[in-house]
């Protein structure tokens, strides 16, 4: 996600018009409750195979964060965050297992091949 900044500074993000898209998708699905963020990672490698894998888990991040500024502490528009923050960590721990037994890890569709040892993401 080129340009995007996170944390403090996440009501900023910019970027490409694909990493936008990608985090507006991110955004929608983590807001559709109470399960939408279930195919949220199955459904961006579907939608940008091409991507860097990388871009997955900034764009989730990236939304995750733009929801927090959205709303404040007790909503329930937080626990959309709350999955985006599991789901962008399980993404990396992902992309850890795929470089640790040497699989292809650059990009999102190199995950659903990896879901053909372990379909987690898959079955979600």
Do not use: N
């Given at each position: 996600m080129t340009g995007a900044k996170t944390g403090a500074m996440a009501g900023a993000v910019t970027g490409t018009p694909g990493d936008l898209d990608r985090m507006q998708f991110a955004i929608e699905h983590l807001l559709d409750a109470p399960d939408g963020w279930r195919p949220l990672v199955r459904e961006m490698v579907a939608r940008w195979p091409e991507a860097p894998a990388g871009e997955v888990i900034l764009a989730i991040v990236a939304a995750a964060t733009e929801i927090e500024q959205m709303f404040g502490p007790g909503s329930p528009s937080r626990e959309g965050a709350a999955?985006?923050?599991?789901?962008?960590?399980?993404?990396?721990?992902?992309?850890?297992?795929?470089?640790?037994?040497?699989?292809?890890?650059?990009?999102?569709?190199?995950?659903?091949?990896?879901?053909?040892?372990?379909?987690?993401?898959?079955d979600l």
């Open positions: 999955q985006g923050w599991r789901l962008a960590a399980l993404v990396g721990a992902d992309l850890c297992a795929m470089a640790a037994v040497g699989l292809p890890h650059v990009t999102a569709g190199d995950m659903a091949r990896y879901w053909k040892i372990d379909p987690w993401f898959r």
